[in-house]
């Protein structure tokens, strides 16, 4: 069964400084890699997604992400965070035709 | 619909009672989810339906949750004898698991509190 791990419930970085934010999934076949975002009082929202092709994945608000196969991971990276990007992100997995698994998610706080 | 809904946006119980929360998915999405997120916390699987297959139900706390979903439209999630424990938002999502195309549409949730 697939299975997400999110490394540090909470990040914090100052303004402009380079966003990373973990995470390192489990999975028996190729997996699809997704990254939500959840903003203060907001539902959930599609950051981006990995899929076939590209390992490196470019979503919304200058967010990317690489998937690499031997480690294992897919990180979310952002080269000058924003004070408007302080949100809870998820990272999930499913194996293709099975559901979406997420990890317990990763608070960002930006500091001034 | 143009998105995935849910009602009620907020429920307020006494421990108990019996609730049931609603959820109208993307028109034409096979899958469709329901989580479960505390307070400062992460999103809990509960259920997942797909098409015709039996649902997935291994996310299911307990056997006073149960959830129900017609053909491929509305879903709805019952909580019986509610306990404080069961105060969180409750998130449904859908999505239509064609190729590439499985991203999970959430609805804004409802908040259940159990007084």
């Known amino acids: 069964a697939q299975s997400v791990t999110q490394l540090g419930s909470h990040v914090s970085v100052s303004e402009g400084a380079l966003v990373l934010l973990r995470c390192n999934y489990s999975s028996s076949v190729p997996p699809y890699l997704f990254w939500y975002v959840q903003y203060p009082n907001q539902g959930l929202q599609l950051l981006l997604k990995?899929?076939?092709?590209?390992?490196l994945v470019k979503g919304i608000n200058g967010f990317e992400a690489e998937f690499k196969k031997s480690e294992t991971s897919f990180h979310l990276t952002k080269p000058s965070a924003h004070m408007s990007d302080a949100a809870e992100y998820f990272c999930a997995v499913s194996d293709r035709d099975d559901k979406i698994i997420f990890g317990k998610g990763t608070r960002l706080h930006i500091l001034p | 619909g143009a998105g995935v809904s849910q009602s009620p946006s907020n429920k307020v119980t006494e421990k108990g009672k019996d609730v049931e929360l609603r959820c109208d998915p993307i028109?034409?999405?096979?899958?469709l989810y329901w989580y479960r997120q505390r307070l400062g916390q992460g999103l809990e699987f509960l259920i997942y339906f797909q098409g015709n297959s039996a649902p997935d139900k291994s996310g299911l706390p307990s056997d006073r949750f149960s959830a129900e979903r017609t053909g491929e439209s509305v879903s709805t999630l019952t909580i019986q004898r509610t306990q404080q424990e069961d105060s969180a938002v409750y998130l449904c999502?859908?999505?239509?698991?064609?190729?590439?195309?499985?991203?999970?549409?959430f609805g804004q949730g409802t908040r259940l509190t159990v007084v």
């Open positions: 028109s034409g999405h096979t899958a």
């Open positions: 990995y899929t076939t092709g590209a390992t």
């Open positions: 999502a859908s999505s239509l698991i064609e190729g590439t195309n499985t991203e999970a549409f």
